[in-house]
């Protein structure tokens, strides 16, 4: 059984930072590509980055560029999402997500097979 915990959620200001966790268990870490997507009230679920088993290669939702960060720590099972300069706009449930075949763009839901339970992110104006 794989499973993903995310945590850093909390509320901040616009422009403020934050920095999201996900730990994975259950299976061998370094052979998952991962990626973070969010869900506003309201909203469907959409993708915020990815980045591949090694941590080579990443992958951004235009709405993020610039001012989020995913990686990795392969020995410590963890992938991070740095969020700078934040909007109100991404007010939203954070959730990671694995993706046990990789070689895929990675930024639809329905390519990963594995979801944690989500962490709230807040942005005051």
């Known amino acids: 059984q794989v499973q993903l915990v995310e945590s850093g959620g909390g509320l901040v200001q616009a422009g403020g930072s934050l920095r999201l966790s996900c730990v994975v268990s259950?299976?061998?870490?370094?052979?998952?590509?991962m990626g973070w997507f969010r869900q506003a009230p309201g909203k469907e679920r959409e993708f915020v980055a990815r980045?591949?088993?090694?941590?080579?290669?990443?992958y951004y939702a235009e709405i993020v560029k610039g001012r989020f960060t995913i990686s990795r720590d392969n020995a410590k099972n963890t992938v991070f999402l740095q969020m700078n300069s934040l909007k109100p706009e991404d007010t939203a449930v954070y959730y990671c997500?694995?993706?046990?075949?990789?070689?895929?763009?990675?930024?639809?839901?329905?390519?990963?097979?594995?979801w944690g339970q989500g962490t709230q992110v807040t942005v005051s104006s």
């Open positions: 997500a694995a993706d046990t075949f990789g070689g895929r763009v990675g930024d639809n839901v329905n390519e990963y097979e594995y």
């Open positions: 980045i591949n088993w090694s941590g080579g290669s990443t």
């Open positions: 259950g299976r061998t870490f370094s052979r998952l590509a």
